[in-house]
């Protein structure tokens, strides 16, 4: 039986759901001849780690204790029958994580799997790549740091998988990954990459108000608590960052062009979320829908994509054809058009849910069993 150590940094919403999935699928991963071994969780104040990485693990009791802790909002400190297995607070956890990448980088095998939401984990993920671990990311933030920590990081390609970073579960990253790695240049991605954004504009053509199609979007826990999260495209724009790097552009997170769609003054700096839900949106809504009009007299519709092309990478609102996969989108759903030499015409079409706790685990799960050659 091949043995793949896990060290999980990050346990919330999609935390959790990895390891619910890991031990609903061990019937599935015996039959595959492999067995995922959680050697240690850590959340942003504290770590448990089993007493020693190479032999022993989590057991799946004391899994499903630390997603109970975490979900009723406490500290991993709380965790109270650990057994074994060892509680490490904020100091100690950094050197903890470090010892165990150190002891089984290079034996066993060891992959650090980042669902936190945090950059305070790029230091530790760089580390681990130089010590040979494997690295596995639904965070991004490692990612779209500067280009010498990502260099770094997909420095040995076998050993990175970020499928969930952008789109969540839908196979995005691999898709364009055997695009490539056949010798199909891709010249072109539109891509809806944000469920709430993707809503909002499809909900907009209609003729319903700006304001009220994204208060319903609130309403329906598309949007984060600050619905301007979402509407400034910067979670879009590291997602557009992730393609367009491997895609071979040299380029960072501030030199994307990002249009927002509130502007300065409605800012959380300047406004309270109240108040821009009551009184900012409503002042944003003639002028959307002016664009529409606009845009659906050459047979256009709005979508708020990125477009990466040649060396362009931005994002934004785009008028584009009604008659497209993204102009037919509707719903949360997110959309890519890829063109390549082999899909010019007729781009190659990846659609599907991007976002959920449980896809975005599915997705980080897959990642890794595909690396599963890597661990003896
Ligand atoms: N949810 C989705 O649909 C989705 C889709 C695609 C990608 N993602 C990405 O997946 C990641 C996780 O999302 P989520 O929704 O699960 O976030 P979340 O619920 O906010 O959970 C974040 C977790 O990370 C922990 N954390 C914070 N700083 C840390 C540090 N320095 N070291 C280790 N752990 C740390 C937090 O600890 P505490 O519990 O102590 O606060 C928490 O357990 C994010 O990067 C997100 O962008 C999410
Ligand atoms: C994801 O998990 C978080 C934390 O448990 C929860 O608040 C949120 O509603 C979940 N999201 C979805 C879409 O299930």
Sequence with gaps: MKKIALLLMGCGGVGRQL???????????????????????????SMVAAPDASTAELDDELLLQVCKVKSSGSSLQTLSNFGECNVFSIQETAREVTDIATLLGTSTGVALVDCSASSETIGVLSQAVDLGCCVVLANKKSLTSSLEYYDKLVSQPRRIRYESTVGAGLPVIASINRMLSSGDPIYRIVGSLSGTLG????????????????????????????????????????????????????????TIKIESLYPVEMGPDVMPVEDFLVNGL???????????????????????????????????????????ALGRLRGSDNVLEIYSCCYKTQPLVIQGAGAGNDTTAAGVLADILDIQDLFS
């Excluded at 256009?300 to 609102?317: A, F, N, Q, W």
């Design 19 to 45: 390891l619910h999935h890991i031990i609903a699928c061990r019937p599935l991963h015996s039959k595959m001849g492999v067995r995922l071994r959680v050697v240690g969780v850590c959340d942003s104040k």
């Design 199 to 254: 809503y909002v504009m499809s909900e907009v053509e209609g003729g319903k108000p700006f304001s009220q199609v994204v208060n319903a979007a609130k309403s329906l826990g598309y949007t984060e608590p600050d619905p301007r999260d979402d509407l400034s495209g910067t979670d879009v724009a590291r997602k557009a960052l992730i393609l367009a790097r491997l895609l071979g552009h040299r380029i960072n997170l501030d």
């Design 282 to 324: 409503p002042l944003l809504d003639k002028d959307i829908q002016n664009r529409i009009n606009k845009a659906s007299l050459n047979g256009k519709v709005l979508r708020y994509v990125c477009l990466i092309e040649d060396s362009r990478c931005e994002v934004g609102i785009q008028e584009l054809p009604r008659d497209s």
